[in-house]
């Protein structure tokens, strides 16, 4: 028996899609946040499974749609309390790979189609590699239509054995103006007072403080413009299990550097900073890429994964892992305002072409309207 909606054809019953999410890193909560708003504005009913924590984070009830808490696990009464909430649904969409093993657990046996956003890519070594590519192929498989945010996700997808793959754009939420009545020239003067910067380049870098995000690289990078003056500063906004180590070098080597945290005020950061990096080993639609362009900073960021297809020639790419290029690459940039000024309207151009959250809304509900249209002989 083929899978019927009661997505009617004349709009009596609305589309009832559960979006799960699991630990959700900031990029796929903010858009499961955007999806669940725009969907539910166009009349689809929505149901969120999510942990409590990410759903309180995102304002992910907020949205209009109804928020289930299944927390990050693949426990038996996790996968019992996701199995329930997609009970009636028409349609389950999962964004992330663990997101998307769960959610297929909790659909045996039934028809429904499973549809996964994979925003970005694992990375492991050695036993836990075999293991991801067997989780990622177990869920290419499952899906009915797997949607990658960058093109070599969409590859890596085929080659897992996806039946249907497609490009997803992944649109970045409209900025969040920030709550104050000062002048944005007093806002850029306290930003940089407060890190330290106000006479000097300030260089900033956000992200979690990983192995893979090639932070390291950019420590020796600052050692090559040690000698310039005045003294820029490297700024890198963001936590994680690599921080002890960062810490320890800045200290040891009494770098130009500053590990300033997690920070909710990203968007005055990046306003205060005259270059924004991205040293990462491997994006897909980089945040930090996507709000850079967008507030007009030059760039300098790794070619690797969706960055390239994602920046254009908005930016100024070097190869991951190569300290001397990475540095080279800033010092060029902050001795040239006329590269600087062209960067910056390159990326407001670049920027225009992207997808907007509706754009994103509307082409997921045209993959749920594909999947769920009751075939004509049932």
Avoid at 271 to 293: F, H, I, K, N, T
Avoid at 337 to 350: C, H, I, M, S, T
Wanted: charged content about 25%.
């Amino acid at each position: 028996m083929s899978h019927v909606s009661s997505h009617s054809p004349h709009g009596q019953t609305p589309l009832h899609t559960v979006q799960v999410l699991g630990g959700g890193s900031a990029g796929s909560s903010a858009h499961v946040r955007s999806l669940a708003a725009g969907l539910t504005a166009r009349g689809v009913r929505v149901t969120v499974c999510a942990p409590e924590e990410a759903a309180r984070t995102y304002g992910l009830t907020g949205t209009g749609a109804r928020h289930v808490p299944v927390p990050r696990s693949s426990d038996p009464a996790a996968v019992a309390a996701l199995r329930t909430a997609c009970a009636d649904a028409d349609l389950v969409h999962a964004h992330g790979l663990h997101a998307g093993l769960r959610a297929a657990v909790a659909l045996t046996g039934r028809r429904t189609p499973l549809v996964v956003t994979w925003h970005t890519r694992a990375h492991a070594e050695g036993a836990r590699a075999r293991l991801l590519r067997l989780l990622e192929r177990r869920v290419a498989k499952a899906a009915a239509v797997v949607l990658g945010a960058s093109s070599d996700l969409v590859d890596r997808a085929r080659i897992r054995g996806a039946r249907d793959a497609r490009l997803a754009p992944i649109a970045l939420p409209a900025p969040r103006r920030p709550d104050t009545t000062e002048e944005p020239d007093c806002l850029l003067h306290k930003a940089r007072a407060e890190l330290g910067a106000v006479d000097r380049p300030l260089i900033l870098a956000v992200g979690a403080l990983e192995q893979n995000h090639g932070y390291d690289v950019l420590l020796d990078a600052t050692r090559a413009w040690r000698h310039l003056d005045p003294l820029p500063l490297l700024v890198v906004a963001g936590e994680g299990p690599e921080r002890a180590a960062l810490q320890r070098r800045i200290e040891d080597e009494q770098l130009p550097a500053r590990l300033v945290g997690r920070r909710d005020d990203v968007p005055e950061l990046l306003a205060a900073a005259d270059v924004a990096v991205l040293p990462s080993s491997w994006e897909s639609r980089s945040v930090l890429a996507q709000e850079a362009l967008h507030a007009r900073v030059p760039l300098v960021a790794t070619a690797v994964g969706g960055v390239p297809e994602l920046v254009g020639d908005a930016a100024e790419l070097v190869a991951y892992g190569d300290a001397e290029a990475l540095a080279t690459a800033v010092v060029r940039l902050l001795a040239d305002p006329v590269r600087r000024a062209e960067l910056k309207d390159r990326g407001a151009a670049q920027a225009a072409t992207w997808p907007t959250e509706d754009d994103t809304v509307t082409q997921v509900l045209s993959v749920y309207d594909e999947l769920t249209q009751p075939l004509p002989y049932s």
